[in-house]
Antibody, heavy 119, light 106 residues
Framework: QVQLVQSGAEVKKPGASVKVSCKSS????????ITWVRQAPGHALEWMGW????????NYAQKFQGRVTMTTETSTRTAYMELRSLTSDDTAVYYC?????????????WGQGTLVTVS | DIQMTQSPSSLSLSVGDRVTITCRAS??????LNWYQQKTGEAPKLLIY???SLQSGVPSRFSGGGSGTDFTLTISSLQPEDFATYYC?????????FGQGTKLEV
């Protein structure tokens, strides 16, 4: 079965960087994109960006341009999201999700979430 | 970016109620619209894709409709496990966006 397993919670100081991992199983890794979504406490879901593991094309939300980098490691079927220059506003749960790549793409499987606290 | 606006932001309901949530896009997105359910402390779950297609395993009491700029999610008879927050999300633009959520409360 399809699974996305994320790395554990992180505590970072303002100005630092964080790198969250998302290890996939149960499907062909290079056939589906990976999307990253975050959710600040008590707030809505916020789309951060997307990466295609096949050709490592990326697409980032304008809000995060220049501060986020999404990568993949095909050999370990793992996607990564690195966010730099952290502030308290970046305190959130970060999710990875599989983009099903359909005509109307949707996020059909999700990781369990990684809490990043900036303090 | 395409803005997605949901209404209402919250609803107080009872088991057995019929409920309709609305999502409006800031421009025509045809049927490039998905719905997710999120329970407290859990990751979101895909319910509806392409505006009206039910994701595998999702109960038939959930249905979606609409096209263009106006969309709906309907739950025909609320069950205790349906009290959660629901989000719409557009896939028309490569820059995806979510609505602000609608929380269903007892």
């Amino acid at each position: 079965q399809v699974q996305l397993v994320q790395s554990g919670a992180e505590v970072k100081k303002p100005g630092a960087s964080v790198k969250v991992s998302c290890k996939s199983s149960g499907y062909t890794f290079t056939k589906f994109g990976i999307t990253w979504v975050r959710q600040a406490p008590g707030h809505a879901l916020e789309w951060m960006g997307w990466i295609d593991p096949y050709n490592v094309n990326t697409n980032y939300a304008q809000k995060f341009q220049g501060r986020v980098t999404m990568t993949t490691e095909t050999s370990t079927r793992t996607a990564y999201m690195e966010l730099r220059s952290l502030t308290s506003d970046d305190t959130a749960v970060y999710y990875c999700a599989r983009d099903d790549g359909g005509y109307v793409s949707s996020f059909d499987y999700w990781g369990q979430g990684t809490l990043v606290t900036v303090s | 970016d395409i803005q997605m606006t949901q209404s209402p932001s919250s609803l107080s309901l009872s088991v057995g109620d019929r409920v309709t949530i609305t999502c409006r896009a800031s421009q025509d997105i045809r049927t490039f619209l998905n719905w997710y359910q999120q329970k407290t402390g859990e990751a979101p779950k895909l319910l509806i894709y392409s505006a009206s297609s039910l994701q595998s395993g999702v109960p038939s009491r959930f249905s979606g409709g609409g096209s263009g700029t106006d969309f709906t999610l309907t739950i025909s008879s609320l069950q205790p496990e349906d009290f959660a927050t629901y989000y719409c999300q557009q896939s028309y633009s490569t820059l995806r966006t979510f609505g602000q959520g609608t929380k269903l409360e007892v």
